[in-house]
């Protein structure tokens, strides 16, 4: 039996990802690239490709395609890194689109963790990096059943 409590938090985080969406619609991009933009915006505009792989769960494919679109969008380019590192640059255009579009959203993002105490925060933080934990661990065992 599927728990009530599984179940309201996963409507709760799909009610989130809705209201992501519906400003990514907003400003005119899709998720993939609120969540690119998202994370280059946070590193100071200009971040490793490996890092959005990292921070977004999104796929490989994914974001290379978003990036390519950006790209032609002259939203951002990339540069050699160290070693075999990409990094991924907003353009001046990206920058003016970031400050219109992102930085608000931070801001709002700003605004209701400070509405919280620390004690709420560290709980908060605390039960999401336990129910990441579990589900990483209760998923491999169904990922690698044969």
């Not at 999104?58 to 679109?69: G, Y």
Request: aromatic share 10%; hydrophobic share 35%; proline share 1%.
């Amino acid at each position: 039996m599927h728990s009530s409590h599984a179940r309201e938090y996963l409507h709760i985080s799909g009610e989130i990802d809705s209201i992501y969406h519906e400003l990514a619609l907003k400003f005119g991009i899709s998720d993939s690239v609120l969540n690119i933009l998202y994370v280059v915006c946070e590193k100071g505009n200009q971040c490793l490709q490996s890092d959005i792989f990292r921070l977004t769960g999104m796929s490989r494919q994914t974001i290379n395609t978003a990036i390519r679109k950006l790209e032609k969008d002259e939203i951002l380019f990339l540069k050699q890194g160290p070693g075999r590192n990409t990094i991924v640059c907003l353009t001046e255009k990206g920058n003016a689109f970031c400050r219109k579009n992102i930085i608000p959203l931070f801001q709002i993002e700003d605004k209701i963790w400070n509405e919280w105490t620390d004690e709420e925060k560290k709980q908060y933080l605390a039960f999401e990096q336990k129910y990441c934990d579990s589900l990483k661990k209760y998923a491999e065992e169904i990922l690698h059943q044969k």
